[in-house]
């Protein structure tokens, strides 16, 4: 139960809001967001750290519990202890996390997911600007993807960041950012 504890409280530490706690004012502090206030390098440095400590949970969280870890590091970051509980859409640590736990069904659902992303950019949302942000979008399906070709273990800790992400991109989209 320890490293559940420990997985929430590393996500808790939002890459957006350590770095730049001003972005908070106008937008969400996860690599999107700070890509629209700060521009691309301060965006790659938030999406690396935000990876990084997704990976980070699950290399020193044991077998047993990295499942119920990999949804406590993306409540941590959706949901953080340190920021009011506001924090950002759970999609990078989430992808650190399974990109150490699960390296090969990882790649080939994020290859899935930024497919369907690119192609609903340049099919509907690059025109009209409306609806869901292409990389979320891309996500439903790489979260899926990675639902059907994971392990047992796996399954499940995919399942509760999916849904997890999903909870907070609700939030979101009804403007509680």
């Known amino acids: 139960m ?32 700070v890509y629209r206030r700060k521009g691309p390098l301060a965006a790659l440095l938030v999406v690396v750290f935000d990876l990084g400590k997704g990976a980070l949970a699950a290399w ?38 399974f990109l150490a ?23 509907y949302w690059g025109r009209r600007r409306r609806g869901i942000y292409p990389i979320p979008f891309g996500a439903i399906f790489g979260y899926l993807a990675l639902l059907l070709l994971a392990s047992p273990e796996g ?7 999916a849904l997890l992400v999903g909870l907070r991109g609700l939030q979101i989209l009804r403007g509680r950012w």
Do not use: C, M
């Open 155 to 161: 399954r499940l800790g995919a399942f509760l960041a």
């Open 2 to 33: 320890a490293y559940v504890l420990w997985a929430y409280l590393l996500g808790s530490l939002v890459g957006g809001l350590l770095f730049f706690p001003e972005v908070r004012a106008k937008d969400l502090p996860g690599g999107s967001g």
């Open 101 to 123: 736990w699960l390296p090969g069904e990882t790649f080939l659902a994020t290859a899935l997911g930024l497919g369907v992303a690119g192609v609903y950019h340049l099919l």
């Open 60 to 97: 020193l969280t044991p077998p047993e519990w990295r499942a119920w870890a990999a949804g406590a590091v993306v409540a941590g970051h959706n949901w953080p202890l340190f920021f009011r509980f506001r924090g950002g859409g759970g999609i990078a640590p989430s992808l650190g996390y």
